[in-house]
């Protein structure tokens, strides 16, 4: 009788280990499906940190392009595909999100949130009072100019010190003297249509941000502001200082090659340059409006969990790890100098920033700090700015080939009023 019970508990275990076993094997399976815009070396870094943190877990990065990653979100998320697990998104594009039921509340993280984020981070991550994403990345620009462009020009080479911005009619006739000597052009933004980084454009002007009235979901494009910048925009590619014909993502290698004298562009371009063999560059601070105020873009990919995850637990701890720990937060940035969002990632990233590139990074680092700091503006908070962001780059794209300011505006203006009429 005492032999029998032996072997039952022998048994017991045999079984108990069994099914141990049999977890870790199923814990090892556990694969998650991260989805972003971005290239997949920006991302490795912080995949590799997380699954050596979590033993068991593997991630698989799917990028996506980012004209498609608003389809992709509705076709895959809007239709409770549940393969993917966490994503990138764009902070603009969250109420819209929300109000379609594609991101769900983590109002239960506020306590973890709060103390490593700013107010108008808060306020980034959250519609109506309620937190929907966790904090990732903000942005700034910063103006590069091509030192042996403007030398041969023999044009003076811009300062990093904010009193010493420069206006964009000084840098557009330095631009055309850049050209005159050599450069086949003279200015562009890296964005050369996308309205991120032509916002500043008209707010710098007092034109507003295109949208007023409750829940910024009535269309304001129409304004003598908004047609001045509308016309400042389009004189770039008419005289010829900006190329026409040239995709987003070709023109921050017309820099790179020596053919362009100035490009507004992300501090993520710093990189690409620096290692760029015969680059000789500088960074200075992105023009104004004379008469105007300075002012900056920001704003930039913030992180959600999929409702419709298969794997939650797992999928909340990558985001977590990604977004609120500091050393996971920085991770990253480490393949993408852009600032995070985790104030205390921010600090490594801090010290870590001028180290890394020891011929622009004091500057570029200054230019970062005090533009977050006085002239950036974010954009448009709306359940209605994917459809009005899709309208405006159309619109750019217009004016960039020579369409009638005016006509323009006003196509949109009445095409923006039937859309967001529809939207509650």
Do not use: C
């Not at 990028?63 to 998104?89: K, T, W």
């Amino acid at each position: 009788m005492i032999i029998l019970k032996k072997a039952a508990r022998a048994a017991v275990l045999a079984a108990a280990l069994s099914s141990v076993s049999m977890g870790a094997v199923l814990a090892a399976d556990v694969k998650l499906t991260l989805i972003s815009a971005e290239r997949d070396d920006v991302l490795a870094p912080v995949i590799a940190a997380f699954e050596e943190a979590n033993p068991g877990i593997t991630v698989e990065h799917q990028s996506i392009p980012f004209e498609s990653m608003n389809a992709a979100i509705e076709a895959r998320i809007g239709g409770g595909d549940d393969s993917i697990d966490v994503l990138l998104v764009d902070s603009p594009r969250v109420a819209a999100m929300v109000s379609r039921g594609y991101l769900k509340s983590l109002e239960d993280l506020r306590s973890e949130i709060e103390p490593l984020v700013t107010p108008v981070a808060l306020d980034a991550l959250s519609v109506d009072g309620t937190i929907y994403t966790l904090p990732l990345w903000t942005s700034t620009q910063v103006m590069y100019y091509n030192k042996d462009l403007l030398d041969k020009a023999g044009i003076a080479h811009p300062s990093s010190e904010q009193a010493d911005r420069l206006t964009y009619d000084l840098v557009f006739e330095q631009a055309k003297k850049a050209q005159e000597a050599g450069a086949k052009y003279g200015f562009a933004f890296e964005q050369i249509d996308r309205y991120y980084q032509l916002q500043p454009i008209f707010e710098g002007l007092g034109a507003g941000s295109g949208l007023t009235g409750e829940g910024n979901l009535t269309p304001d494009v129409t304004n003598d502001k908004w047609i001045e910048g509308a016309t400042f925009y389009a004189k770039m590619f008419e005289d010829g200082i900006s190329p026409r014909g040239i995709p987003t993502g070709q023109v921050p290698p017309l820099f790179a090659s020596g053919e362009m004298a100035f490009i507004v562009g992300g501090p993520w371009q710093l990189a690409g340059y620096t290692n760029t063999e015969g680059l000789n560059f500088g960074v200075a601070p992105v023009p104004y409006h004379a008469g105007g105020k300075a002012v900056t873009p920001t704003g930039s990919w913030a992180l959600a969990v999929s409702p419709h995850s298969s794997k939650p637990e797992e999928a909340m701890k990558l985001a977590k790890f990604m977004s609120l720990d500091p050393q996971g937060a920085f991770k990253t940035v480490e393949a993408n100098p852009i600032p995070p969002v985790n104030l205390e990632a921010f600090k490594i990233y801090s010290e870590w920033f001028a180290p890394k590139f020891p011929v622009n990074g004091n500057d570029t680092q200054k230019i970062m700090g005090y533009e977050l700091r006085d002239t950036a503006v974010s954009r448009p908070l709306s359940a209605g700015f994917v459809a009005f962001e899709e309208v405006m780059n159309r619109v750019f794209g217009d004016l960039r080939n020579g369409a009638d300011v005016k006509a323009t505006l006003e196509d949109a203006q009445r095409e923006l009023t039937s859309t967001l009429s529809r939207i509650q």
